[in-house]
Structure formats: C-alpha cells, structure tokens
C-alpha cells in the first residue's frame, strides 16, 4: 500500500502533534491543510517549515475533501465544528479521525455512526488519555485480573481552560465536552467496556471566579454500572490549581492510584504502592502527549480495515454517559441509560 495521503483540518496546537505524528508515520504524508483563518494559515505555513515538508494550503475544505491524493482527514477544528467537518469528510468517504468531542449532541454522534458505517470508513475519536503508556501498562493489568474484580473506579479532570471559544457553551459545548469526555471514556475503560452503565446522578456548580464562562464549569457524577459497580467523575475547569488527571481503580484484589499499584498477588508482601516509571497523563501539554502512538493505531485501522477501539461505534457508548450526565446536572435528578434498571430513575 503507497503512502496514504491526509488532510489535516484547522491547524492550531492540537493540530501540530498530528502532522507531526502523520509525517513521522511510515504509511502515511500529510497532503494537504485546511486553513480557515489568518493565524491559521500562518501555522500552516510554520509547521511545513518546522517539519520539513510542502502541500496545499487552502481555506476551501470541500475542495479539499476532492483531492484524489487524500484519504484520511483529521479534524482539529473547534468543538461547534467538528460535526459539520466530520459529516462533509464521510460524504466524501474519507477515513476520519476526530479531536474529541465527536460532536456536541447524541443525535449528531449517532447519524456519524450510521454514516461511517454507510461509507465503510476508519473512525477515530482523540481521547488520547488511553493512549498514554502508564494508563496501557496498568489497563493491561486489570484485563488479567491483577486486580481481581474491579468494583468502583474514579477518574478527574482538574485544569483551567483559556479564555475565548473554551468559555462559551455555543463553540465548546461545556465543561464535559471540553476535558471530562477523557474521564469518563477513562473510567469506561477502566471498568470494562462491556459493562453497561445504567443510571447516572449528577451535579454542576459555578462558575466561582471565572466569570468568562457562560457555562456551569464544574460537575460531579456518580455512576452505577451493571452487576452493581459503581464509578465516581469530577471535571473542574475554573480549578485554582496545576493540571491534575486523577484515575483510582478498586478491585476485590487490589488498586491503582495514579502511577501507584498496589496488588498482594504481584508484589507480595509490599504494603505500599508500586509506582509506575511510564508516561502518565499528569501534564495539558499536548507536546508531552502520545500522539504517535495514537495516530499509529488509526493508520494500522486504515491499513488493515479493522475497527480501533476508538471507532465511532465503540465510542457512542462513552457519549451516552457524558450526554447523561449533562442532563442529569441540569434537570437535578438521576437519569437511566438504556436496559438501566432502579425504580427512582427517569427513562433516557
């Protein structure tokens, strides 16, 4: 298979560790870049320059979308756009990986679903904390039961977002779309994907001194999964603090906490936790993300025509939480996913 050409869409920061991570992909060149704006198009210009290479740069996305050479397109365009850029790529039968959020509703998530499907396209959506080698390593411990049965697990995301389009609900959807998507996908992952959650209860505050935020920039969740588990989220984007990306996992046989694991079957006798000395997500730097490793796992989907677990249609499962959630916060009463059972809940 030649060298697969990609399009990459609204070059900003994020943006800049795709043509890196593509580039650098032995299977794949960027062959084009989609650039909006004057400051857009000047990074545009920076990166080739930074990366040692030339293509088009055009504001004519559609246009784009055309160029025979192009097969995949990654989308680094604000929050309020990535449907609408995600939607065109699809009709154009384009393989599509998109920076978190997929979209801002679950009526948008689910026609990408049935569309990618439709045009029998590779998908992927950014949640680039699975990526990290410490949340693999210590993934890859739950899967073998180095923890036993896991029965409760909690994920946060604590940061303080910039002011402009991350303040405002109309481009950025809210305080889970813009950071709390990687805790909940996390605390998913952690628990076991084919656990279905079935009802959530949720609250939301704020904001106390961010008053750019036209959005509630705080919420708390507390989730109950079936057989009886039950995970625990919390999202701050007004936090007075250093970025914090908190993950515990509690299981009948022992626990991780960070890089911490404690586990009476692998380390016997050890009454501490075990700190991991891999790349944990304890950083909002995207330089410092694993954004290779991420885009190498799309490309080998592309290549191989097998879903990545970061497909459309794994990952609308990960939206129909986040989404509840938001309607619990806001309607101030438990909300039941689909097959929930427990008396108290609405229907979803």
């Not at 088009?56 to 990654?74: F, H, P, S, W």
């Not at 393989?95 to 990618?116: D, G, M, R, W, Y």
């Not at 039950?230 to 299981?251: D, K, N």
């Amino acid at each position: 298979m030649s060298s697969l050409g990609t399009l990459v869409v609204a070059p900003g920061w994020v943006a800049g560790e795709h043509i890196r991570a593509f580039n650098g992909n032995p299977h794949t060149h960027v062959a084009a870049i989609a650039a909006f704006r004057d400051s857009e198009r000047k990074r545009a210009e920076e990166y080739q320059k930074a990366f040692g290479f030339e293509c088009r740069v055009t504001d004519n996305y559609l246009d784009a979308l055309k160029m025979e050479e192009v097969e995949i397109v990654t989308i680094c365009s604000i929050n309020s756009l990535h449907y609408e850029h995600t939607l065109a790529a699809l009709k154009a039968k384009k393989h599509v990986l998109v920076e978190k959020p997929i979209a801002l509703t679950l009526e948008q998530v689910s026609e990408l679903c049935v569309l990618a499907r439709q045009a029998e396209a590779a998908t992927m959506v950014g949640h680039i904390v699975r990526y990290f080698p410490a949340i693999r390593s210590m993934h890859n411990l739950v899967e073998k039961g180095a923890l036993g049965e896991v029965f409760h697990v909690e994920t946060d995301y604590w940061h303080q977002l910039s002011a402009g389009w991350k303040t405002r609900k109309e481009t950025a959807g809210g305080a889970l779309e813009m950071g709390g998507i990687h805790a909940v996908d996390l605390m998913r992952y952690m628990m076991g994907e084919a656990r279905k959650a079935e009802y959530v209860s949720a609250l939301w505050s704020g904001p106390f001194h961010r008053m750019d935020y036209d959005y509630k920039p705080n919420v708390s969740a507390l989730v109950r999964f079936e057989g009886g588990a039950t995970g625990r989220v919390g999202v701050s984007v007004e936090a007075q603090m250093p970025y914090v990306f908190h993950l515990q996992v509690m299981g009948t046989k022992g626990t991780v906490r960070e890089k911490g694991i404690y586990s009476t079957g692998l380390f016997p006798g050890v009454k501490e936790f075990v700190q991991l000395t891999e790349h944990y997500p304890d950083d909002g730097n995207v330089t410092r993300h694993p954004f290779d490793i991420e885009i190498a796992d799309f490309v080998e989907a592309v290549r191989s025509g097998t879903p990545c677990q970061l497909d459309f249609r794994y990952a609308k499962a990960t939206y129909e939480l986040l989404f509840a959630i938001g309607r619990s916060a806001a309607e101030g009463t438990p909300v039941a996913l689909r097959g929930g059972k427990g008396a108290f809940c609405m229907p979803y």
